[in-house]
Each structure stands twice: as structure tokens, then as C-alpha cells.
């Protein structure tokens, strides 16, 4: 029961992490709710994935994640966000949540 409380509170401190990293350096681009849609990408031809939808998660992995964030993505504007492994790891959590949290969003206005 406490370990179960204990995995609780430590989840709750990943989400909380990993948002404060996500609205400081993501969220511009990829958006509040992970949609892609963050004002700098309107100018964008490629827009950052959907990162609100379940499929998109179906086959990612937290290490190929990882080096999408530290390495950046070729021949797109993502760059890499070096960062060190006590950030990455609740920014992984954190964008790990968006499936749930997107669902009881709002849709933004197209
Ligand atoms: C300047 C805008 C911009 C910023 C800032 C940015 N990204 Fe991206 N990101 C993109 C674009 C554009 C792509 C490429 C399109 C795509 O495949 O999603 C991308 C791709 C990605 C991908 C790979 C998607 C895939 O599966 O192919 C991940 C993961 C990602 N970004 C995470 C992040 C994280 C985490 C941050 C913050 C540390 C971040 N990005 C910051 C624009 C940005």
C-alpha cells in the first residue's frame, strides 16, 4: 500500500518535471496538448506528430524516444535538446501522458 502511494507520488513529480521541461522547450512547436500544433509550427510545411493520439504510441519505444530528443530528427526543424537523464527520463513520462490528458481537452479551433 505505502510502495503503491510511494509509485503514485513519484509518477505525479514525472508528470510535473517533464511539463515544465515540455512547455519551456516543446510546447512552442508541438503544442499544449501535444497535437502539433503549437504556434511556431504554423509556419512549418512538416508539422510535429500527433503526439495526443494512442496509435503513436503503439510502436514507440523510450529509447528510440530518447534519441529523437537528444539527437533531434533528420532533415526536419527538430533539433536535439541534449539533456541529461533525470530531465529525459519525466519528459518521457510526460509525453507518454498526452493520449490521456488530450481526451479531456478541448479541440482547439482549427
Ligand atoms: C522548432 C520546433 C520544435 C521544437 C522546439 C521541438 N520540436 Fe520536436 N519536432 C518538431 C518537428 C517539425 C518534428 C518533425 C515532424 C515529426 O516527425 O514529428 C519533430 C519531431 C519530434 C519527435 C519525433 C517524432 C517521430 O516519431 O518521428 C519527437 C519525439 C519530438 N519532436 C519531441 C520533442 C521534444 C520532447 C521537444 C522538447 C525538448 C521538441 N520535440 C522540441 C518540431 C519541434
Not at 17 to 42: L, W
Not at 69 to 78: A, C, F, H, L, V
Request: proline share 8%.
Amino acid at each position: 500500500m505505502l510502495l503503491a502511494l510511494l509509485a503514485l507520488a513519484a509518477r505525479a513529480d514525472d508528470l510535473e518535471n517533464g511539463k515544465s521541461i515540455y512547455v519551456a522547450r516543446c510546447q512552442s512547436c508541438h503544442g499544449a496538448t501535444g497535437r502539433g500544433d503549437g504556434p511556431a509550427s504554423a509556419a512549418f510545411t512538416r508539422k510535429p506528430r500527433d503526439f495526443s493520439a494512442k496509435e503513436y504510441w503503439d510502436d514507440m519505444t523510450d529509447d528510440r524516444l530518447r534519441l529523437y530528443i537528444i539527437e533531434g530528427k533528420p532533415g526536419t526543424i527538430m533539433r536535439g535538446f541534449p539533456m541529461a537523464d533525470e530531465q529525459l527520463a519525466p519528459l518521457v513520462v510526460y509525453l507518454r501522458s498526452f493520449p490521456t490528458t488530450a481526451a479531456a481537452a478541448p479541440t482547439p479551433a482549427p
